[in-house]
């Protein structure tokens, strides 16, 4: 099994910055995509950022004020978040495919959630 633990969650005063971190444990063979998703209360689960080797996909509003910085090697990855808005409230899910195996199929693994609350 695969286990995902986010940290760095917390509030924040509007454009201030923050830090997420995720990391994965347990039996990994092989990494594939890996990203961050949020949502906001009442709303569905949105796409921030995501990454695979070579190429980065960022949301809109994440583009220019969002960074994902990916440690593969260490099983990690983390978001800068820049200029925070009111708007970015919202719990932050880390998102990692993995093969367990040579021969197993990816399959997308979830972390808990990490609140972040921007005010101002």
């Known amino acids: 099994q695969v286990q995902l633990v986010e940290s760095g969650g917390t509030s924040a005063q509007a454009g201030g910055s923050l830090r997420l971190s995720c990391a994965a444990s347990?039996?990994?063979?092989?990494?594939?995509?890996m990203g961050w998703y949020r949502q906001a209360p009442g709303e569905e689960r949105e796409l921030v950022v995501s990454?695979?080797?070579?190429?980065?996909n960022y949301a809109e509003f994440a583009k220019g004020r969002f960074t994902i910085h990916r440690d593969s090697p260490n099983r990690k990855v983390y978001l800068e978040m820049n200029s925070l808005k009111p708007e970015d409230t919202a719990v932050y899910y880390c998102?990692?495919?993995?093969?367990?195996?040579?021969?197993?199929?990816?399959?997308?693994?979830w972390g808990q959630g990490t609140q972040v609350i921007v005010s101002g």
């Open positions: 347990g039996i990994i063979y092989s990494i594939g995509d």
């Open positions: 990454s695979r080797e070579g190429s980065v």
């Open positions: 998102h990692v495919e993995v093969r367990t195996t040579t021969l197993s199929a990816w399959r997308d693994y």
